[in-house]
């Protein structure tokens, strides 16, 4: 898979990338398995793709070989948790070295931090009638992966105390709910230094669905890039033009790179594998073009 198959800048082209560097997979809350979910980005023409689950790295080796049977390209990924300034920020790890030193053990201890507060959120819900909420969280996640509030939200349905997953989160899972338990994630400069000490890539994950106004999104930018970060995510599934371009100013004046992807969790929903918002014409470089993930890339075509 020639490299040159990338575009090497953002031309405005409104044809799909091809890349999709933001999924996840039942190694944390999404519905498919790491192997199926490559074989749906190769149907769906992702050529290029990183499976990035929450606080885990568990699904990358069954994914890798899938990616390999069907010549898609895998980078080995992971989204973690972390506070800035009182607020939940998600940074985006592209490891095309795995996981090693510092950012192993970080993710082991966010595990333990999820099943904490996956013991709380369980406890909230018992008291208003989710009897056994634990176990029956845990019959929707599997046996293997740290629960998180959807798994608690599908439980509440098959309970049916609630109809749907929207409904839970409205009433029981959502902000200030009884359900909302938040964790004590590492502050952000302490998980882009455990990334980039891992020889990896740290991308602040979907800026714009904090809330921020423009001066505080540009805070946190500022703040992100100075900690060692290196790229946000220019595209987070389907999002405004206008937006976006501005976003696209705000990287370009701090020289960070450009990340694209869906964020995909299950199907049936608006988001699938490489669907996203088209990239706006920007001198903002792809973040696959930055020297620790173009190497790999290209070590990939060498001849064996």
Same mark, same amino acid.
Request: aromatic share 4%; net charge negative.
């Given at each position: 898979?020639?490299?040159?198959l990338?575009?090497?800048?953002?031309?405005?082209?409104?044809?799909p990338?091809?890349?999709?560097?933001?999924m996840?997979?039942?190694?944390?809350?999404?519905?498919l398995a790491?192997?199926?979910?490559?074989g749906?980005c190769?149907e769906?023409?992702?050529?290029?793709?990183?499976?990035t689950d929450?606080?885990s790295m568990?699904?990358?080796?069954?994914a890798?070989?899938?990616a390999s049977?069907?010549?898609?390209r895998?980078?080995?990924?992971?989204?973690?948790?972390t506070r800035?300034?009182g607020i939940?920020?998600?940074?985006v790890? #592209?490891?095309?070295q795995? !996981?090693s030193?510092a950012?192993? %053990? $970080?993710?082991?201890?966010?595990a333990? &931090?999820?099943? =904490?507060r996956?013991?709380d959120?369980a406890r909230?819900?018992e008291k208003?009638?989710l009897?056994d909420?634990?176990? #029956?969280?845990?019959?929707? !996640?599997?046996?293997h992966?740290? %629960? $998180?509030?959807p798994d608690?939200?599908? &439980?509440?349905? =098959?309970?049916?105390l609630?109809?749907?997953?929207?409904?839970?989160?409205?009433?029981?899972?959502?902000?200030?709910?009884?359900?909302?338990?938040? !964790?004590?994630?590492?502050?952000?400069?302490?998980?882009?230094?455990w990334?980039?000490?891992s020889?990896g890539?740290?991308?602040?994950?979907?800026?714009l669905?904090h809330?921020l106004?423009?001066r505080k999104?540009?805070?946190?930018?500022d703040?992100f890039?100075?900690?060692?970060?290196?790229?946000a995510?220019?595209?987070s599934?389907?999002?405004?033009?206008?937006?976006?371009r501005?976003?696209?100013?705000q990287l370009?004046?701090?020289?960070?790179?450009?990340?694209?992807g869906?964020?995909?969790?299950f199907?049936?929903?608006?988001l699938a594998p490489?669907?996203?918002s088209?990239v706006?014409?920007t001198?903002?470089a792809?973040?696959w073009?930055?020297?620790?993930?173009a190497?790999?890339?290209?070590s990939a075509n060498?001849?064996a």
């Amino acid at each position: 898979m020639p490299m040159s198959l990338f575009p090497a800048n953002f031309t405005g082209d409104p044809v799909p990338l091809g890349v999709d560097l933001h999924m996840h997979s039942t190694a944390s809350d999404g519905a498919l398995a790491p192997a199926d979910l490559v074989g749906l980005c190769a149907e769906r023409g992702v050529r290029l793709m990183a499976l990035t689950d929450h606080d885990s790295m568990a699904g990358i080796d069954e994914a890798h070989d899938a990616a390999s049977r069907l010549a898609i390209r895998l980078l080995p990924g992971t989204e973690l948790s972390t506070r800035w300034h009182g607020i939940n920020i998600h940074v985006v790890g #592209l490891l095309p070295q795995g !996981a090693s030193g510092a950012l192993a %053990l $970080g993710l082991q201890s966010q595990a333990e &931090a999820r099943e =904490a507060r996956a013991v709380d959120i369980a406890r909230r819900l018992e008291k208003v009638g989710l009897h056994d909420a634990l176990a #029956l969280a845990r019959e929707q !996640a599997g046996p293997h992966r740290p %629960l $998180g509030r959807p798994d608690f939200a599908r &439980a509440l349905v =098959a309970a049916g105390l609630v109809p749907d997953i929207t409904t839970a989160f409205k009433k029981h899972l959502g902000n200030g709910k009884a359900g909302d338990v938040k !964790a004590y994630w590492p502050a952000m400069s302490e998980v882009v230094g455990w990334i980039v000490d891992s020889g990896g890539v740290a991308v602040l994950a979907h800026p714009l669905r904090h809330g921020l106004t423009r001066r505080k999104r540009g805070l946190l930018l500022d703040d992100f890039r100075e900690t060692g970060g290196q790229a946000a995510e220019l595209i987070s599934g389907f999002q405004n033009a206008d937006v976006t371009r501005d976003l696209a100013r705000q990287l370009d004046e701090r020289e960070l790179y450009a990340s694209v992807g869906s964020d995909f969790h299950f199907l049936g929903g608006h988001l699938a594998p490489g669907s996203m918002s088209p990239v706006p014409r920007t001198a903002v470089a792809p973040v696959w073009t930055h020297p620790r993930l173009a190497g790999f890339l290209q070590s990939a075509n060498d001849p064996a």
